[in-house]
C-alpha cells in the first residue's frame, strides 16, 4: 500500500486521474489538495467535489484548497481545453427534476491551506507519503519555501509536467503546468528528494480515441461511465479543432500507473533544469536524454516509454 497525496487542478485528465487513484486499492490516498491551473482554485475545488460526487463513496481523502496564483508568472487558464468549468461543462448538467446531474460529494474541505495539509501530512507520515502533482506546481515549491525541513521527508514526486524531445502543448517548446509556474517546478526541480517527471513525451503516446471511449462506455452501465462520456465532448471537440483528432490525452492518469502498474513505464536518469525567463522558452523543461550523455548529477527520473494498449486495457478495467 502506497501513502499518496494528490495535488491537483481538475481538469477533465485531472478527473480521470482522480477517478483511477480512488479506484486503485494499491493505494492510500491521505489527502488531496488543489492548485491554481486548468481553472481557478476555487472552480479546481469544485471539480474535485464534483469528481468524488461521481463515486458511490461515504469516506473521502482529507481535502484542502491550495494557491490561487502561480509564484511569479500571471495565472493562465486551459478552459478553452476543458471547457468554461474546467470539467467538460459537466457542472451545469441537469437532471429532468432540474437537480445537478453531478452533485458534489457528501464532504467538506478543510480549513487549513493546501500548503499547510501538504505539511501536516508530510509531518503524519515521514519519508512514507508520495504526492503526486497533476498541475502547476505552485503548492509543493511554497511548500519548500515555506518549511524545507518538513518537506525533505516527501518519500518522492511524481509529477505530469514538461516536454523534452516533443513539443510544448502552450508554446513550442512549453507543456502547460510547467509554463504556468515555471519558478515552482524550478525550485521543486532543484529540491532535494527524488523526482519522477511524466512528460508529453510520455503522455503523447497515449491517445484515447473517441472510438475507444465510446466502445468501452457502452459496455457499461454507471455513473462513472455516464460521466466519462459526458465530462469528454468539450475536449476532444477542442482535439478535433486544433490538435486533428477526435479524442484526447488522459495526460494524469500517467503518474497514477507509475504506482500502480510500473512496469508498464520505462525511465530514464537526468538532470532537469527549466527556463523560467526566456521570451520564446519560458516554461522549457531542458535535459540532455541521450544515453550516451549521462550527467554527472541527475535530479530526476524522466518517463520515456509506455505500453500504451495494456495501460489503456488497465484503465478502462479499474474505471467500470
Ligand atoms: O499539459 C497537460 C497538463 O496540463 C495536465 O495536467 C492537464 O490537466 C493540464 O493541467
Ligand atoms: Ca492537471
Known sequence: M????IDTDPGVDDAFAILLAMRSPELQIEAITT???NVPVAQATQNLLTTLGVLDLDEFPVIAEGEAEPLVKPLVLATH?????????????QNTDNSPLYPPANTSIVSASGVDLILEMVTRYPDE???IA???????A???RKDAKKMQ??????????AFETYGNVTTTAEFNIFVDPHAAHEVFQFDVPIHIVPLDATHQVILTGERLRAEIDKREGKVSQFL???TQACMEFYREEVGFWGFHIHDALPIGTLTRPDYFESVRAHVQVETEGTLTSGMTVADLRPERQHPNPNAYVCIKVAVEVFLDYFFDRLQ
Open 153 to 162: 521527508r516527501v518519500q518522492k514526486i511524481v509529477l505530469m509536467g514538461g
Open 134 to 140: 497533476l498541475g502547476p506546481l505552485t503548492n509543493i
Open 229 to 231: 462520456r459526458d465530462a
Open 2 to 5: 502506497q501513502r499518496i497525496l
Open 35 to 37: 492548485v491554481c491551473g
Open 142 to 144: 511554497t511548500a519548500i
Open 129 to 131: 507519503l508520495t504526492i
Open 81 to 93: 481545453v476543458h471547457g468554461d468549468d474546467g470539467l467538460g461543462n459537466t457542472n451545469q448538467l
